[in-house]
Structure formats: structure tokens, C-alpha cells
């Protein structure tokens, strides 16, 4: 029996992955991930705009990227909550472009249309939601959505946005370690200290846990937000285009589709090394052909700088947890970089015990995240889970200084309270500004936000007295309050990042999906009767070889073939009606031919 999602208020777990993303709910046997229509359990994050201004996400998506690199995104995770100038480098490598004019929100131009990337990743939330309303048949717009736990609150506020915009109440976001505990049950463990190793397609996160009567602390957190297996593509890649440049004595990188096609190819070797000794990068391409031979040895050799930068921040993480390695009980891997042996086998050597990887690395964060779902509807008791701020808060003071309220790895819900004063005798206005960082001078920090405390008394410098509140939910976003103690006048603010989305972006972008939600359904219907023509011309295709076909009258075969012709007329059309049309009239005229080949294989 499967849980009543009347009661529950149909809460799904969401994994909003670099490369791969999904959607679980909790039954009665434990999480379990809800296929998409086409059966995958996993959605390609990937998506592409129709050349008649649709769009398609996941598979069909992924399709076109290889033909419409320009009409198509990927990796957008890497993008969330971030400036250009931060992504600057991983922009050369992306076949997308930043739309003329969007120094202040990043918009991505795709064909006709742009997008900030917290649309591109509310299209990925819709389809996963779509996914879910199709398997239970009941709407579904409540969710946990997890994020890297080096997220800070530009990156958690985009996937918020994100969310807002697919239709969704995103009821928690949670750290994408702390989701993979839930899913491994370490919970069942009346005590311990589990460190959570996530290493996936756009991020690294490690994390040490601590497990105590059903309650879940996150000591510390560590990682980088740009570092995943996306690096391994990208080397990959750099080698396979400079022995193209040799060989075919041309630069393909200039090429879009060339460039997506051989990035496959170098992703289904990288896939093929962490189960067999060698595997061949292979691409053929307008006429030429490309093969190179990549060891497990040679390939090991050439990672090994990434996997050692995994490390860094994992000796990091365990130094602020304030624990030592023989004092971890446990563990887990996460993420689908995690099933190359050389990361299995320098995690080992680093912890010193054997990690556990019997879960399928890229479902056990939204395994995880549909038990958060549970936990928050009511049908999981006895669990608490105490997640950690990434990063420390502050705000400036005299001489550009930062004086953090709350630091790095605080258990979150938090707050912090904190006095100051004036620095000029009759000030009226305080200038509060909101950093974000480890460092100790302001310029060295990230800005979060500036606002200012007006009308409060023209005393003498230092006898003012500004009280400073800082309240981060258990999304991890940050409010601030600054209030004049004298007076009692405050100022609040929820912190917005500088480059992040306004409301009324927001409610744009809604408005504006509503309004495409028509042609984005039309665009899909296309993509379907495509696929249906496929498979009605390949077997077609086959019948031709068959004997039942040559004891057609010739007016029979003539019709089959004039409907071949004009299904494969009609193929690229943007009308899902008229292809629908044409696959029926062949179905109608090869009728004959499938009763004869059938009583070929009942005789």
C-alpha cells in the first residue's frame, strides 16, 4: 500500500542534479524513484529550445544538443546564483551564450529565446513534477529539493526562484549529504560519525554527520561548487580535440554539433573505464573518422589532479568537525563520478575504511530527499535533521572590516543578535552591509546586500546603540533586521543576492510559462509522433527484407511506399496532427503486409 498523498499534501523528493536529475516519494517499503514516461528514472538536465520557439527537456533534449548545440543547455546547475564573471571560464567550453545585455541577471540566448538559468532549471523541475502528477494522478506541487552543501545563499535563492517559477512550494532545501544519510538508513545507527563524500557531473560536497538517538548534526561541510566529473569531460575532451586538430589538420572546436558529438563519445569512454581496462574514444563526423585508445592507467594518470583536489577540502572538512579519521565510523559515496575506481580507492585510502557504494550513486540524494518529504508530511517519525550554513555571515564595520554573526558551519535555523554604534558625532543614517565569507576584510568576502537604517538619534560618535539580527531559516536563506535601541526604529530585509531574481522577475516568469505552457505541450506532441514515425518506418524497413512483403500486389506495395514517402514528407513539420495523420495512413496500408508476415511465423 502507498501512501495516501491526499494526507501528506503530495510532498516528492527532487534531485536537481549538474547532469542528472530526479523525483522519489516515500510507500510503505521505503523511497523509491518514479520513472518518467518513457520508463528512465533519470531526467537529463538538459534542455533545448524547438526551432518554433518550444521546448523539450531530458532525453529528447539531450538529442538535440547534438544536432542544435546552439538551441540547447546543460550543466546548469553550474550557473545558478552566479555572476558572469564568476563563469567565465566554463563559458568558453559551453556551446550557449549570454544574451547581449544581461549584466545584472545572466540570460542565456537558446535559437529565438533567452533564459536566466533559474528558468532553465524550473523547465527540468516541471518535467520531474509532470513525471510525478502522471505516475499518482493527482496534482503534485509541494517539494524538498536538495542543493550542494557548499551552496551559498545566491545559489540557494536561485533554486528557490527556480522552483517558484516550475509551480512548486519548495517546503525545505537540504543539503545533498545530509539526503544521502537518510537514504543509506544511517539513521537505524543509535551512534556514529558518517562522512558523506559526494562527487558529482558540477559539484564536490563532503560532509561529516553525526548520528545520536535519531538525530541528524552536520558537523562541518566542505567542498567546491565547480568541481565535478564535468572537469573529467572537459580534459577528456581537450586531448580528443587537440589529436583531431593533428589528424584531420582542422580545429572542430569552432564546430558546435562536432564538438557535442565527440564530448559523447569521450563521456561513453569515461563511463566504460570504471568497468573495464582500457575503452576507445571514438567519433565519425562528415566524412572522417577519429579513434584513440585511453587506458585505465593512462586515464587514472590523467585525473589524478582532479581526484586530489577532492581530497583537499575533505582533510579540511574533518579538521572543522573536530573529529579524527579513525573516529568516522562510516562512509558514503554519492554521485555518479563516484563509480571510478580511482576516486573508490583514494576515498578508502584517505578514511582508512571501505566506503559504502551499494546504493546506485546517482538516486541516492533524491532517495534521500523523498525521506525529508516523509519527515515533513508526518509519516516518518522520530528523526530531526540539524543541517549547517556553509559559509559565515557578517556585516561591515569601521575600516572595512567584516564582523561575522554567525560563522560557518552554525546548525541551521540560526540566529545572531550584535550591537554597534556610530562612528560620527549627529549621524542619522546607518549603512548596513551584508558579506558573505571566511576572510577578514570586506573586500575579500562576497556582498550579499546594503541597506540603510534611517532617523535614528544625532547623538555623540559611540553612544548610539544599532542592534543587528540575523535569522537564517531552514532553507538557509538570510534575513537581516537593523533596529535603533533608542528610538526603535528598524529596517528588515530578506537578502537577496545581487544577481538574483526580483519578485516581479519571478511572477514574469511564471506568467510567461503559463502563456507558453500551450506551445511548449504542442512542441512535445511533435517530438512524440516523431518518435511513433520511427518506428513505424523501421519497421517498415525491415518488412521490405521479408518475403511477406514480395507477395504484396504491386498496388499494395505502391501504396506503402507512397505513404513511406509521405510520412517521411511531413517528418520535420511542426503540425503533431498532420504527422499523426500520415502514420495512421501507413498503418492502414500495411495491414496486409502484417497479417502475412504473422502467418509466416504461426506456420
Same mark, same amino acid.
Given at each position: 500500500?502507498?501512501?495516501?498523498?491526499?494526507?501528506?499534501? %503530495?510532498?516528492?523528493?527532487?534531485?536537481?542534479?549538474?547532469?542528472?536529475?530526479?523525483?522519489?516519494?516515500?510507500?510503505?517499503?521505503?523511497?523509491?524513484?518514479?520513472?518518467?514516461?518513457?520508463?528512465?528514472?533519470?531526467? !537529463?538536465?538538459?534542455?533545448?529550445?524547438?526551432?518554433?520557439?518550444?521546448?523539450? =527537456?531530458?532525453?529528447?533534449?539531450?538529442?538535440?544538443?547534438?544536432?542544435?548545440?546552439?538551441?540547447?543547455?546543460?550543466?546548469?546547475?553550474?550557473?545558478?546564483?552566479?555572476?558572469?564573471?564568476?563563469? $567565465?571560464?566554463?563559458?568558453?567550453?559551453?556551446?550557449?551564450? =549570454? &544574451?547581449?545585455?544581461?549584466?545584472?541577471?545572466? +540570460?542565456?540566448?537558446?535559437?529565438?529565446?533567452?533564459?536566466?538559468?533559474?528558468?532553465?532549471?524550473?523547465?527540468?523541475?516541471?518535467?520531474?513534477?509532470?513525471?510525478?502528477?502522471?505516475?499518482?494522478?493527482?496534482?503534485? #506541487?509541494?517539494?524538498?529539493?536538495? =542543493?550542494?552543501?557548499?551552496?551559498?545563499?545566491?545559489?540557494?535563492? &536561485?533554486?528557490?526562484?527556480?522552483?517558484?517559477?516550475?509551480?512548486?512550494?519548495?517546503?525545505?532545501?537540504?543539503?545533498?549529504?545530509?539526503?544521502?544519510?537518510? $537514504?543509506?538508513?544511517?539513521?537505524?545507527?543509535?551512534?556514529?560519525?558518517?562522512?558523506?563524500?559526494?562527487?558529482?557531473?558540477?559539484?564536490? #560536497?563532503?560532509?561529516?554527520?553525526?548520528?545520536?538517538?535519531?538525530?541528524?548534526?552536520?558537523?562541518?561541510?566542505?567542498?567546491?561548487?565547480?568541481?565535478?566529473?564535468?572537469?573529467?569531460?572537459?580534459?577528456?575532451?581537450?586531448?580528443?580535440?587537440? *589529436?583531431?586538430?593533428?589528424?584531420?589538420?582542422?580545429?572542430?572546436? @569552432?564546430?558546435?554539433?562536432?564538438?557535442?558529438?565527440?564530448?559523447?563519445?569521450?563521456? +561513453?569512454?569515461?563511463?566504460?573505464?570504471?568497468?573495464?581496462?582500457?575503452?576507445?574514444?571514438?567519433?565519425?563526423?562528415?566524412?572522417?573518422?577519429?579513434?584513440?585508445?585511453?587506458?585505465?592507467?593512462?586515464?587514472?594518470?590523467?585525473?589524478?589532479?582532479?581526484?586530489?583536489?577532492?581530497?583537499?577540502?575533505?582533510?579540511?572538512?574533518?579538521?572543522?568537525?573536530?573529529?579524527?579519521?579513525?573516529?568516522?565510523?562510516?562512509?558514503?559515496?554519492?554521485?555518479?563520478?563516484?563509480?571510478?575506481?580511482?576516486?573508490?580507492?583514494?576515498?578508502?585510502?584517505?578514511?582508512?575504511?571501505? !566506503?559504502?557504494?551499494?546504493?546506485?550513486? *546517482?538516486?541516492?540524494?533524491?532517495?534521500?530527499?523523498?525521506? +525529508?518529504?516523509?519527515?515533513?508530511?508526518?509519516?516518518?517519525?522520530?528523526?530531526?535533521?540539524?543541517?549547517?550554513?556553509?559559509?559565515?555571515?557578517?556585516?561591515?564595520?569601521?575600516?572595512?572590516?567584516?564582523?561575522?554573526?554567525? %560563522?560557518?558551519?552554525?546548525?541551521?535555523?540560526?540566529?545572531?543578535?550584535?550591537?554597534?554604534?556610530?562612528?560620527?558625532?549627529?549621524?542619522?543614517?546607518?549603512?548596513?552591509?551584508?558579506?558573505?565569507?571566511?576572510?577578514?576584510?570586506?573586500?575579500?568576502?562576497?556582498?550579499?546586500?546594503?541597506?540603510?537604517?534611517?532617523?535614528?538619534? !544625532?547623538? !555623540? /560618535?559611540?553612544? /548610539?546603540?544599532?542592534?543587528?539580527?540575523?535569522?537564517? #531559516?531552514?532553507?538557509?536563506?538570510?534575513?537581516?533586521?537593523?533596529? #535603533?535601541?533608542?528610538?526603535?526604529?528598524?529596517?528588515?530585509?530578506?537578502?537577496?543576492?545581487?544577481?538574483?531574481? @526580483?519578485?516581479?522577475?519571478?511572477?514574469?516568469?511564471?506568467?510567461?510559462?503559463?502563456?507558453? /505552457?500551450?506551445? *511548449?505541450?504542442?512542441?512535445?506532441?511533435?517530438?512524440?509522433?516523431?518518435?511513433? /514515425?520511427?518506428?513505424?518506418?523501421?519497421?517498415?524497413?525491415?518488412?521490405?527484407? %521479408?518475403?511477406?512483403?514480395?507477395?504484396?500486389?504491386?498496388?499494395?506495395?505502391?501504396?506503402?511506399?507512397?505513404?513511406?514517402?509521405?510520412?517521411?514528407?511531413?517528418?520535420?513539420?511542426?503540425?503533431? %496532427?498532420?504527422?499523426?495523420?500520415?502514420?495512421? +495512413?501507413?498503418?492502414?496500408?500495411?495491414?496486409?503486409?502484417?497479417?502475412?508476415?504473422?502467418?509466416?511465423?504461426?506456420?
Amino acid at each position: 500500500m502507498e501512501i495516501d498523498f491526499t494526507s501528506s499534501g %503530495h510532498i516528492v523528493g527532487i534531485d536537481l542534479g549538474t547532469t542528472n536529475s530526479l523525483v522519489a516519494f516515500m510507500d510503505l517499503t521505503g523511497p523509491r524513484i518514479i520513472p518518467g514516461a518513457d520508463g528512465d528514472k533519470l531526467v !537529463p538536465s538538459v534542455v533545448s529550445v524547438t526551432p518554433n520557439g518550444g521546448t523539450v =527537456v531530458g532525453n529528447p533534449a539531450r538529442e538535440l544538443l547534438i544536432t542544435q548545440p546552439e538551441r540547447s543547455v546543460y550543466s546548469v546547475k553550474r550557473l545558478m546564483g552566479r555572476g558572469i564573471e564568476d563563469v $567565465a571560464e566554463e563559458l568558453k567550453l559551453f556551446p550557449f551564450r =549570454v &544574451a547581449p545585455g544581461s549584466e545584472s541577471v545572466m +540570460q542565456l540566448q537558446l535559437g529565438n529565446r533567452t533564459f536566466t538559468p533559474p528558468e532553465i532549471s524550473a523547465l527540468v523541475l516541471r518535467q520531474l513534477k509532470q513525471n510525478a502528477e502522471d505516475y499518482f494522478g493527482v496534482p503534485v #506541487d509541494k517539494a524538498v529539493i536538495t =542543493v550542494p552543501a557548499y551552496f551559498n545563499d545566491a545559489q540557494r535563492q &536561485a533554486t528557490k526562484d527556480a522552483g517558484r517559477i516550475a509551480g512548486l512550494e519548495v517546503l525545505r532545501l537540504v543539503n545533498e549529504p545530509t539526503a544521502a544519510a537518510l $537514504a543509506y538508513g544511517l539513521d537505524k545507527r543509535e551512534n556514529g560519525v558518517v562522512a558523506v563524500y559526494d562527487f558529482g557531473g558540477g559539484t564536490f #560536497d563532503i560532509s561529516i554527520l553525526k548520528l545520536h538517538d535519531g538525530i541528524f548534526e552536520v558537523l562541518a561541510t566542505n567542498g567546491d561548487t565547480h568541481l565535478g566529473g564535468d572537469d573529467i569531460d572537459n580534459l577528456l575532451l581537450r586531448i580528443a580535440l587537440e *589529436d583531431v586538430a593533428s589528424e584531420w589538420g582542422q580545429d572542430l572546436s @569552432t564546430d558546435g554539433e562536432g564538438v557535442q558529438r565527440l564530448r559523447r563519445a569521450v563521456i +561513453q569512454a569515461k563511463e566504460r573505464l570504471s568497468f573495464v581496462p582500457s575503452a576507445m574514444i571514438e567519433l565519425e563526423y562528415r566524412g572522417k573518422k577519429y579513434e584513440r585508445e585511453i587506458t585505465r592507467e593512462l586515464f587514472d594518470k590523467l585525473i589524478t589532479p582532479i581526484v586530489d583536489r577532492t581530497l583537499g577540502p575533505c582533510r579540511d572538512c574533518i579538521k572543522d568537525a573536530g573529529v579524527a579519521v579513525d573516529q568516522i565510523d562510516e562512509v558514503v559515496m554519492v554521485g555518479g563520478s563516484t563509480r571510478i575506481p580511482l576516486v573508490r580507492s583514494s576515498v578508502e585510502n584517505l578514511f582508512r575504511s571501505k !566506503p559504502h557504494t551499494e546504493l546506485n550513486p *546517482d538516486e541516492v540524494v533524491a532517495l534521500g530527499a523523498a525521506v +525529508q518529504a516523509a519527515i515533513l508530511s508526518g509519516t516518518v517519525d522520530n528523526k530531526l535533521l540539524l543541517d549547517v550554513t556553509p559559509l559565515s555571515l557578517g556585516i561591515e564595520i569601521m575600516g572595512g572590516v567584516v564582523s561575522k554573526l554567525i %560563522h560557518r558551519n552554525s546548525t541551521i535555523p540560526a540566529s545572531a543578535t550584535e550591537n554597534f554604534t556610530t562612528g560620527v558625532d549627529g549621524q542619522t543614517n546607518v549603512l548596513i552591509h551584508v558579506v558573505q565569507g571566511e576572510r577578514e576584510l570586506v573586500k575579500d568576502n562576497r556582498s550579499l546586500a546594503r541597506f540603510d537604517l534611517k532617523g535614528i538619534d !544625532p547623538v !555623540p /560618535a559611540g553612544l /548610539a546603540r544599532i542592534e543587528v539580527r540575523f535569522l537564517i #531559516d531552514a532553507n538557509g536563506i538570510l534575513s537581516v533586521t537593523a533596529r #535603533d535601541q533608542r528610538t526603535g526604529k528598524e529596517h528588515s530585509v530578506e537578502v537577496k543576492p545581487s544577481y538574483g531574481l @526580483t519578485d516581479e522577475q519571478v511572477e514574469k516568469m511564471i506568467q510567461e510559462s503559463v502563456e507558453q /505552457a500551450e506551445q *511548449d505541450f504542442s512542441a512535445r506532441q511533435v517530438r512524440e509522433q516523431r518518435v511513433e /514515425a520511427d518506428a513505424i518506418l523501421l519497421a517498415v524497413g525491415k518488412a521490405h527484407k %521479408h518475403g511477406a512483403y514480395s507477395e504484396l500486389a504491386d498496388e499494395e506495395r505502391a501504396a506503402i511506399d507512397k505513404s513511406v514517402n509521405e510520412v517521411m514528407l511531413v517528418y520535420n513539420s511542426d503540425d503533431h %496532427h498532420l504527422i499523426a495523420a500520415k502514420i495512421e +495512413q501507413l498503418n492502414q496500408a500495411t495491414i496486409k503486409l502484417a497479417e502475412n508476415m504473422l502467418k509466416g511465423t504461426q506456420t
